[in-house]
């Protein structure tokens, strides 16, 4: 009779800790033999050694995080004015960059923060969501005091809480909306020079309003594009667009504003000193919202109606629209996901 024979060790190094699973390669005395998959693994190791289908954790450093893994939302506000935009970029200042830096204080982990909406220097955020995977153990409502004390007074966290695996803040989103801010007032206010747009001579809003209303639908929206074409498609559907007047702050909360009908006229009787051009899309284009107030604001300003609006709309040529706006006066006011995905304003 033969002696039993000793199973033989086979070392798995760890390839991958994505969720759900842990992604493990299999190697023998022989060299690279397959991988294995190990659903949910619960074990810190360095090693795993797999005996006869047993699966037995040695002491180790390296640790498997998979149960662990979580998915954090995040709702933020910023004010963009010192940052080079959201994104990372080299020897620049982003917001991207400032909220992984702090996530690496507080957990040690490299992790790439995802946004609904990457926003250009300058440009501010009133409802953010981001989102990130981390194997920290800290609560995901703890996210938001803990990131608070770690980032500057510039960024700051409303909202954290843990959705499902697969949830990405970008592609979620079922639409974005913008607000820009004018400051339709002689004084300069040095208060307001990095919130609003200074434009001192008065603006019709009444036509700016009817004007807008030609950009609702799905369009071509390459003249209100900068450097086109930037995406594979410049064709976006705008759902809601209004211009109104209001008296002040309630111009920076993260609610929306000017949801009347859009086909109601707008009483311009107003001495209220901002002015908001608030749109909603299912995406925007580089520049496009600040183009597009460039545009209203010559029809505010007399120059153009809404029908040469529509002539600009149609022609398709950048040079034919108005300016682009200053970045100071935008804001991404929030993001629309469908019921239950996430923050949502259905």
């Given at each position: 009779m033969h002696p039993a024979k000793k199973p033989k060790a086979i070392r798995l190094a760890v390839v991958s800790i994505a969720m759900p699973c842990v992604l493990i390669r299999r190697q023998s005395n022989?060299?690279?033999?397959?991988?294995h998959r190990l659903s949910r693994c619960r074990h810190n190791a360095a090693c795993i050694t797999l005996r006869l289908g047993r699966i037995c954790v040695a002491s180790t450093s390296c640790v498997l995080r998979s149960a662990l893994m979580r998915n954090i939302r995040l709702l933020l506000a910023y004010d963009g004015s010192a940052y080079a935009g959201w994104q990372i970029q080299p020897d620049q200042p982003t917001v991207q960059g400032t909220i992984e830096a702090a996530i690496k204080r507080l957990s040690g982990e490299t992790v790439n923060v995802l946004s609904a909406g990457r926003t250009d220097a300058g440009v501010h955020a009133l409802g953010q969501v981001a989102n990130f995977r981390t194997g920290s153990p800290i609560p995901p409502e703890k996210w938001r005091a803990a990131l608070g004390d770690q980032?500057?007074?510039?960024?700051?966290?409303?909202?954290?809480d843990e959705v499902p695996w697969d949830f990405h803040a970008t592609f979620w989103a079922k639409s974005k909306r913008y607000r820009y801010v004018i400051a339709n007032q002689v004084?300069?206010?040095?208060?307001?020079?990095?919130?609003?747009?200074?434009?001192?001579?008065?603006?019709?809003?009444a036509a700016m309003h009817v004007a807008a209303q030609r950009l609702i639908g799905m369009h071509d929206f390459r003249c209100f594009e900068s450097h086109w074409p930037n995406k594979a498609t410049s064709v976006r559907t705008v759902s809601h667009v209004s211009v109104r007047r209001h008296a002040g702050w309630s111009l920076w909360s993260g609610a929306p504003t000017g949801d009347q009908p859009t086909d109601t006229a707008v009483d311009d009787t107003s001495s209220d000193p901002f002015v908001s051009l608030e749109i909603e899309a299912d995406g925007f284009l580089y520049n496009m919202v600040r183009a597009i107030t460039g545009t209203l604001v010559n029809v505010g300003r007399g120059t153009w109606t809404a029908d040469d609006v529509e002539r600009i709309l149609q022609a398709q040529d950048r040079s034919l629209a108005g300016g682009t706006a200053p970045a100071c006066g935008l804001y991404m006011a929030y993001v629309r996901y469908a019921a239950g995905d996430a923050r949502t304003h259905d």
């Open positions: 022989r060299g690279f033999a397959g991988f980032l500057p007074t510039d960024i700051a966290i409303l909202e954290s004084v300069d206010d040095p208060f307001l020079r990095r919130y609003a747009w200074r434009i001192s001579q008065p603006l019709d809003v």
